[in-house]
T-cell receptor
């Protein structure tokens, strides 16, 4: 049962244009969402996150949008650069019923972004 | 530099062999995790530990065991490796409390023949 899904295995974009990576989730108990970027032969690195009480978070060229009613989040990269070429994972966390975060993250399958010069 | 390190980085082994993957961190974090990455499946949680005395199974713990030797060290063992355990393995750490972000090591590529 895939609770976090990234339905696009790959995305190809021209340098300078916008990249939009999408993520859908099914668990309404997720309270926090994160995006990670992964280069070959390296571990994933944290990129940007958003709390479920917000609908947008921006950090430089990166913006994450959350649509709770649709259980959908997206990562926008503007403008895209060749160095952004990587695998992007979305992840989500459940806030436990007892009010204590257990820190477990559920990851999507990943989307390979290729930005062409 | 504060960091998460994994050894070995690459390992080829044969079916039935016992394998240990090691993870060390200098971030001072209490929580440590082991994930595996497979094409098309993303990152899946194998085991996690919130402190030295706390070990918990993740979603795919069968065939694996772990040991938290110290706050900074968390090792993953495959008691009898099988080919479908061929994957990329990542260790990660995080602080406790409201900490959400996890910090990942560089990964170990394991091939079981």
């Amino acid at each position: 049962d895939q609770q976090v899904k990234q339905n696009s295995p790959s995305l190809s974009v021209q340098e300078g244009r916008i990249s939009i990576l999408n993520c859908d989730y099914t668990n309404s108990m997720f309270d926090y969402f994160l995006w990670y970027k992964k280069y070959p032969a390296e571990g994933p690195t944290f990129l940007i996150s958003i709390s479920s009480i917000k609908d947008k978070n921006e950090d430089g060229r990166f913006t994450v949008f959350l649509n709770k009613s649709a259980k959908h989040l997206s990562l926008h990269i503007v403008p895209s650069q060749p160095g952004d070429s990587a695998v992007y994972f979305c992840a989500a966390r459940v806030w436990s019923a007892g009010g204590t975060s257990y820190g477990k993250l559920t990851f999507g399958q990943g989307t390979i972004l290729t930005v062409h010069p | 530099d504060a960091d998460v390190t994994q050894t070995p980085r690459n390992r080829i082994t044969k079916t039935g062999k016992r394998i240990m993957l090691e993870c060390s961190q200098t971030k001072g974090h209490d929580r440590m995790y082991w994930y595996r990455q497979d094409p098309g499946l993303g990152l899946r949680l194998i085991y996690y530990s919130f402190d030295v005395k706390d070990i918990n199974k993740g979603e795919i713990s069968d065939g694996y065991s772990v040991s938290r030797q110290a706050q900074a060290k968390f090792s993953l063992s495959l008691e009898s490796a099988i080919p479908n355990q061929t994957a990329l393995y990542f260790c990660a750490t995080s602080r406790g409390g409201s900490q959400r972000e996890q910090f990942f090591g560089p990964g170990t590529r394991l091939t079981v023949l």
